[in-house]
């Protein structure tokens, strides 16, 4: 058996001197396949943004800053150490552009608490599938893991 190459070309092994045949796939390779699928399902979960009474909420990370700033002045609100500024009690704006009301100290912390809790459930549940795919020892094992069961809704 021969190994042949030629660029622009196909890459094998020439049996018998005519028969060109595949190399085999490394075990890792599909493997990391595995893991960029996760990793894609992640990506456009959170890309989706975190539900929040019917609409969507931005996860990127400016407004996961925005909302753990937001969340930070409802706690100082609560306490009384700080006024609830007009501006947060209009509503939260949305990805679709609307305004999720939050007249008190305490919706807003609720609404952070929900994106925060949902975007940590995202980025743990794909840590989990990541270790499963990396944990396989064989295509079998790699194959049973469902990287698309068990994400947060």
Do not use: C
């Amino acid at each position: 058996m021969t190994y042949w190459a030629q660029e622009g070309a196909q890459i094998g092994w020439l049996v018998s001197g005519s028969e060109l045949v595949a190399p085999p796939i490394p075990f890792s390779f599909h493997q990391a396949r595995r893991v960029r699928d996760a990793d894609a399902l992640r990506d456009a979960l959170l890309a989706a943004g975190a539900p929040a009474d019917g609409e969507r909420i931005k996860v990127d990370d400016g407004a996961r800053a925005d909302i753990t700033a937001m969340g930070t002045t409802a706690l100082g609100a609560a306490a009384g150490t700080i006024p609830w500024p007009a501006s947060y009690a209009l509503g939260w704006i949305t990805m679709s552009n609307t305004r999720i009301a939050l007249p008190t100290p305490a919706a807003g912390l609720a609404l952070a608490a929900a994106v925060g809790a949902w975007y940590a459930g995202i980025v743990q549940h794909a840590r989990d599938i990541k270790d499963a795919l990396l944990a396989a020892e064989d295509e079998a094992a790699l194959d049973a893991v469902d990287i698309e069961a068990g994400w947060p809704d």
